[in-house]
């Protein structure tokens, strides 16, 4: 079968299209025939140290729908022939593994591009507003870098949620395609320069939950926009910058909770473990269409990388995903 690998040297990548053989769900796995996977920045930023060691190859992609095409031992629930979605290693490829307690059920509502762009990004949206945001309905949301895949699902969520957000991007543009989304104010900066804006939209409260997408040049601002109680979230740092001032004054006397989101260091049973949540909680939004995901372009299996070249650029205002022949 085809798939994708690629080498990371410093802050530098290579991309390669192989033929592989065709793996065999162990224990607890599901084979899946990929019809749509979508693309994370994450994967490939060097810092986010997701790639072995130095000049290993690796394949990759990150979530993937598709077919059920075969059960490991002790699978249960499942049946050839299923419409599933997960998160899983290796995903753009013409088939790929997933764990069984990763695999969703596909909503009939959702395309196979739609929902190649749910797993991993909404998963990781549902911590950070959910499980360790605590997000409530009425409470503000600053988005850095908001037309990111996982800025979009933020602002989804946030307003599935009741919450008000503010989201802050380079381009007009994408703000502007955003308002759709329910964005309720958009700030086009990529400068640490919209504490006293995010201050002024919420007169004077500041936010409740920031989701900091963009890394260390917008950390110490974020800090001058929050809230009593407010809680911050570290989910990347595409900006390279890996260190910044902590106003330790502001954290002691807002009562500050700041919060990293990554699977990196996460057990498989850590990651698992809220899906059933999100499949109880999210899915049925999704699957009577109160949320559909922002998709930006699809293209097919072979264009990888011009995908990853417009992801890289930041031309992208929501998910990038790839589509095989075969999807329909």
């Given at each position: 079968?085809?798939?994708?690998?690629?080498q990371?040297?410093?802050?530098?990548?290579?991309?390669?299209l192989r033929?592989?053989?065709?793996?065999r769900?162990?224990?607890?796995?599901?084979?899946?025939?990929?019809?749509?996977a979508s693309?994370?920045?994450?994967e490939f930023v060097?810092?986010?140290?997701?790639?072995?060691?130095?000049?290993?190859?690796k394949?990759?992609?990150?979530?993937?729908?598709?077919?059920?095409a075969?059960?490991?031992?002790?699978?249960?629930?499942?049946?050839?022939?299923?419409?599933?979605?997960?998160r899983?290693?290796g995903?753009?490829?013409?088939f790929?593994?997933?764990d069984?307690?990763?695999?969703?059920?596909?909503?009939?509502?959702?395309?196979?591009e739609e929902a190649?762009?749910?797993?991993?990004?909404?998963?990781?949206?549902f911590?950070?507003?959910?499980l360790?945001g605590?997000?409530?309905?009425?409470e503000?949301?600053?988005?850095n870098?908001?037309?990111?895949g996982?800025?979009?699902a933020s602002?989804?969520?946030a307003?599935?949620?009741?919450?008000?957000?503010i989201?802050?991007?380079?381009?007009?543009?994408?703000?502007?395609?955003?308002?759709?989304?329910?964005?309720?104010?958009g700030?086009?900066?990529?400068?640490?320069?919209?504490?006293?804006?995010?201050?002024e939209?919420?007169?004077?409260?500041?936010?409740?939950?920031?989701?900091?997408?963009?890394?260390?040049?917008?950390?110490?601002?974020?800090?001058?926009?929050?809230?009593f109680?407010?809680?911050?979230?570290?989910v990347g740092?595409?900006?390279?910058?890996?260190?910044a001032?902590?106003?330790?004054?502001?954290?002691?006397?807002?009562?500050l909770?700041?919060?990293?989101?990554?699977?990196k260091l996460?057990?498989k049973?850590?990651?698992?473990a809220?899906?059933?949540?999100?499949?109880?909680?999210v899915?049925p939004w999704?699957?009577?269409?109160?949320?559909?995901?922002?998709i930006?372009?699809v293209?097919?299996?072979?264009?990888?990388p011009?995908?990853?070249?417009?992801m890289e650029?930041?031309?992208?205002?929501?998910k990038?995903?790839?589509?095989?022949p075969?999807?329909?």
């Amino acid at each position: 079968m085809k798939s994708y690998w690629m080498q990371m040297k410093g802050q530098d990548s290579t991309l390669e299209l192989r033929d592989v053989p065709q793996p065999r769900p162990g224990p607890s796995q599901v084979l899946v025939r990929v019809h749509a996977a979508s693309l994370n920045r994450g994967e490939f930023v060097a810092g986010h140290g997701l790639h072995g060691a130095e000049g290993s190859w690796k394949a990759i992609g990150g979530e993937c729908a598709g077919e059920v095409a075969g059960l490991g031992e002790g699978v249960q629930g499942l049946a050839l022939g299923d419409r599933v979605m997960g998160r899983c290693s290796g995903a753009f490829a013409e088939f790929a593994l997933l764990d069984a307690a990763e695999a969703m059920a596909v909503p009939p509502a959702l395309s196979w591009e739609e929902a190649a762009s749910v797993p991993l990004t909404w998963l990781v949206a549902f911590d950070m507003l959910v499980l360790q945001g605590r997000l409530q309905a009425g409470e503000w949301v600053l988005v850095n870098g908001v037309s990111s895949g996982v800025g979009v699902a933020s602002l989804q969520l946030a307003k599935a949620l009741g919450a008000r957000v503010i989201g802050t991007s380079g381009s007009q543009a994408k703000l502007g395609l955003l308002k759709a989304q329910g964005l309720d104010l958009g700030l086009c900066t990529r400068a640490a320069d919209f504490a006293p804006a995010v201050m002024e939209a919420t007169q004077g409260h500041g936010a409740d939950l920031v989701i900091n997408a963009v890394g260390g040049s917008v950390f110490a601002e974020n800090l001058r926009c929050t809230a009593f109680q407010a809680r911050l979230a570290t989910v990347g740092y595409v900006d390279g910058v890996l260190h910044a001032d902590l106003d330790l004054e502001l954290l002691h006397a807002r009562r500050l909770t700041l919060f990293g989101v990554s699977n990196k260091l996460r057990s498989k049973a850590q990651k698992a473990a809220a899906v059933p949540r999100f499949v109880a909680e999210v899915l049925p939004w999704l699957a009577e269409g109160r949320i559909r995901p922002q998709i930006d372009e699809v293209l097919d299996f072979g264009a990888l990388p011009e995908a990853k070249a417009r992801m890289e650029a930041g031309l992208h205002a929501g998910k990038i995903v790839l589509r095989w022949p075969a999807a329909a």
